[in-house]
């Protein structure tokens, strides 16, 4: 009879684990180090990776999962907790110096970051963070260590990784350290779940990091599908911005590094200018975005570049602007040029076809599941100039062209809301938190 006792109270007290198998997590501490999800994008390090963790968490909170994002404070005074939006705070570490640090100075500042990370945890209940979720591999290491200590399971998104970046190197960039491939390939084996943002990189993680396949879920990110979108239309977008009506008009919009490759939009214009200089009285190439990684160390590199190339007249430099005023930028373009080497997904892409705008895209990494080639924009196999000044000669020739692939790119982009991803993002939470359970029973049983 005891025996039958002890077994029903072992099995009482399992139950609640049983029942919280597919439950969504309460709350989940998200960590990006490098990068505020208060920073403008388009600045230094600040890019797709904050749009995406500021969207994703505000639509997690929607749904009822709380998130705490702990990221590295880079100015002094900042407060220690800001609330970002209702269910989402950002929490500021204190790690290393505030101004000047690169992120390949970083790794060397992971154990402070992990000092404040669990500082900011002691004063809690044991059990307040459900679920770690990081982002980018520094995150990561932080994300192992804290997740071991907390008794919780660890999804990680890699956004970049090393091994593909170094394979598809543009000239004269610095490859990425062998640290940070070893760092990767540690995060990978610990992680209970690994979100791939296209099947393409779920096949990169297995190939080139030895991931279980089983552990890798796909999910694409989205788009703030309000805030991109058509509007008023390329007319009024142009009045607004002081832009001529009637002029070509292929928009860079990005970091300014050799990853990114403006210098290719410029050298396809010069190319196009060279063959049809009849062209140079209405084409307009605004280049929007502030300098970062290796760019930081040719700051007038790419006005250089224009000088040279004989397309200065042509070409204007703006800064990083915010997302209500780039989405006017999407919608004044004829097109949005993106010539990337590399790319994890191309977020702009699809912010751009959100806002009615074709993409003319190099086929690399997600852009190809971003860009319905021919339909809602057109990749490039490459990065020769005279492949993209053909393309951009097909949209000078027929006037038509911008709208027609516009209202494809707008329809496309619909599929890719931000809700999609959250509900997405949620049953991987629910699916981590399932098997790293069923791991803990197998090594206590």
């Known amino acids: 009879m005891s ?12 139950a609640p684990h049983r029942l919280r198998l597919h439950r969504r997590p309460r709350r989940v501490a998200m960590l990006s180090v490098h990068t505020s999800p208060l920073h403008q994008p388009g600045t230094g390090d600040a890019g797709g990776m904050n749009v995406y963790i500021v969207e994703l968490a505000q639509r997690l909170a929607a749904i009822n999962i709380e998130v705490e994002i702990f990221t590295r404070a880079t100015t002094g005074g900042l407060p220690p907790v800001v609330e970002m939006a209702p269910g989402v705070l950002v929490r500021h570490i204190d790690a290393g110096p505030y101004e000047g640090l690169n992120k390949e100075d970083l790794p060397a500042q992971l154990c402070a970051f992990t000092h404040g990370v669990m500082q900011a945890w002691a004063g809690h209940r044991p059990g307040y963070y459900d679920l770690v979720h990081s982002h980018y591999w520094l995150s990561g290491h932080v994300g192992w260590l804290a997740a071991q200590r907390w008794g919780t399971p660890l999804v990680h998104a890699m956004h970049t990784m090393a091994k593909v970046k170094n394979a598809n190197l543009a000239d004269g960039d610095t490859p990425e350290p062998a640290a940070r491939v070893i760092g990767e390939t540690q995060i990978v084996a610990a992680a209970d779940r690994l979100i791939a943002n296209t099947a393409e990189e779920r096949e990169e993680l297995v190939q080139h990091y030895a991931a279980d396949a089983g552990k890798v879920a796909v999910v ?14 390329r007319a009024a977008a142009r009045a607004r911005l002081g832009l001529p009506q009637d002029a070509l008009i292929p928009l860079f919009a990005g970091r300014i590094q050799p990853l990114k490759a403006p210098d290719i939009l410029l050298r396809a214009v010069a190319v196009l200018l060279d063959q049809r200089p009849d062209l140079r009285s209405r084409i307009l190439v605004p280049v929007v975005g502030g300098l970062s990684g290796s760019g930081l160390a040719k700051p007038e590199g790419l006005q250089k570049l224009a000088s040279r190339l004989g397309i200065a007249d042509v070409v204007r430099f703006q800064p990083p602007v ?10 004044a373009a004829s097109v949005l040029v993106m010539p990337s080497y590399s790319e994890s ?15 003319l895209a190099a086929a690399v990494g997600g852009l190809p599941v971003a860009v319905a080639d021919r339909r ?22 027929d006037p038509a062209l911008t709208p027609r692939m516009g209202e494809a790119a707008a329809r496309h982009a619909q599929s890719f809301g931000w809700d999609t991803a959250a509900a997405a993002t949620a049953d991987v939470y629910a699916a981590a938190a399932q098997s790293y359970r069923r791991h803990v029973r197998s090594h206590h049983g």
């Open 3 to 14: 025996q039958y006792v002890s077994r029903l109270q072992r099995r009482s007290q399992a």
């Open 345 to 359: 997904f191309g977020l702009v892409a699809i912010e751009a076809q959100a806002a009615g705008t074709p993409v």
């Open 376 to 397: 809602t924009g057109f990749l490039v196999r490459g990065h020769d100039p005279a492949a993209y000044a053909r393309v951009l000669g097909d949209f000078a020739d």
């Open 322 to 331: 915010g997302q209500e005023q780039l989405a006017d930028w999407f919608r």
């Open 220 to 233: 694409h990110p989205g788009v703030n599908l309000d805030r991109f979108r058509p509007a008023d239309g």
